[in-house]
């Protein structure tokens, strides 16, 4: 049983017309039909009684109305008083995040949020690398964390938000040494690493060893969120998030090797010890709206 649900029972109830509850509701009438089939299956009882393309309130419809528009009062008045709760808040809030572009973790979206819902928080970012930013959310030193990783991080409390898939991109001017190459070729070719413990680094090092072999790294570089700037370079190869490795390919300023990849999920984690403090509360909730948190699924792919 879902609010929306109760919601739409109470304005057809009301408005006493499906067509004139739709358009309240902004709402195609399948959907509104929809929705009040849903909650009668889970109350178990008829709502209304359909005859001649009408709905009328049946008798249970008519017993459990009250409630219902109690309930809707309920939860007006439970928003309002967490949204003046909310406007009481005060503090910093320390979020690590990985190298990774803004766009893509959506910290804009995030810092406007928070502005408009939080105006006395002040968010304040720090980078670092997977493992790094596990510890340090893990111990209670940050609020909070957005993270890359491969299997959701242990001993914090993890919402996932999207998939990421990550490409092999090469360098134009290696193409025509690997027509016939293999993943030992592949391993030979000069390639660009992030920090021990980052997110490109463990999937990296993890897809070589899945083939007994290890990339023979020519640079580490702390800026994950700029790589194909310099694979187009010609430095090396690296691993790309899928969006931007095939973007690259199409424009022609490097190539993606064959169909190999490497999946990990990008989501949000906090200690458990801290899940319950009013500032985490509301800032979790601006994430699940700035994601439209479902579970699970692809913004490309998002989990929802």
């Known amino acids: 049983m879902e609010i929306y649900q109760i919601r739409a029972f109470v ?32 109350l178990g009882v008829a709502l209304f009684e359909r005859a001649g393309g009408r709905l009328t309130l049946a008798k249970a419809g008519e017993a459990l109305l009250p409630t219902a528009e109690a309930l809707l009062t309920l939860g007006a008045q ?20 990985p190298s990774e572009q803004p766009d893509f973790l959506r910290l804009g979206e995030l810092a406007s949020a928070v502005l408009e ?9 720090i980078t670092l690398p997977t493992t790094a930013l596990h510890d340090q959310v893990s111990s209670g030193r940050l ?13 914090t409390h993890w919402m996932p938000l999207r998939s990421v898939r990550y490409r092999i991109a090469l360098p134009s001017a290696l193409a025509n040494e690997l027509k016939r190459g293999g993943w030992r070729e592949v391993s030979q070719l000069p ?10 680094h463990l999937l990296l090092r993890d897809m070589f060893e899945r083939h007994g072999m290890t990339p023979r790294v020519v640079m580490q570089h702390d800026d994950q969120a700029n790589l194909d700037a310099l694979v187009r370079a010609g430095a090396g190869c690296a691993l790309l998030r899928e969006e931007t490795a095939l973007a690259g390919a199409a ?6 090797w064959g169909q190999a990849h490497a999946d990990a999920t990008l989501g949000f984690m906090t200690p458990h010890e801290r ?12 994430m699940q709206k700035i994601w439209k948190f479902r579970r699970p699924a692809a913004d490309s792919p998002p989990l929802d």
């Open 275 to 286: 899940a319950s403090e009013p500032v985490l509360v509301a800032l979790i909730s601006l």
């Open 117 to 125: 819902h939080l105006p006395l928080v002040e968010l304040k970012t």
């Open 11 to 42: 304005t057809v109830a009301r408005l006493g017309n499906l067509t004139k509850a739709a358009g309240a509701l902004s709402l195609t009438q399948p959907a509104v039909t929809a929705q009040i089939k849903a909650l009668e299956q889970s």
């Open 251 to 256: 424009s022609g300023d490097f190539i993606v």
């Open 191 to 200: 390639w660009l690493d992030g920090p021990a413990g980052c997110h490109t």
């Open 143 to 155: 609020h909070g964390a957005l993270t890359i990783a491969a299997n959701p991080p242990r001993a």
């Open 78 to 97: 439970f928003k309002a008083e967490a949204q003046q709760l909310q406007g009481s808040l005060h503090g910093a809030v320390d979020l690590g995040v």
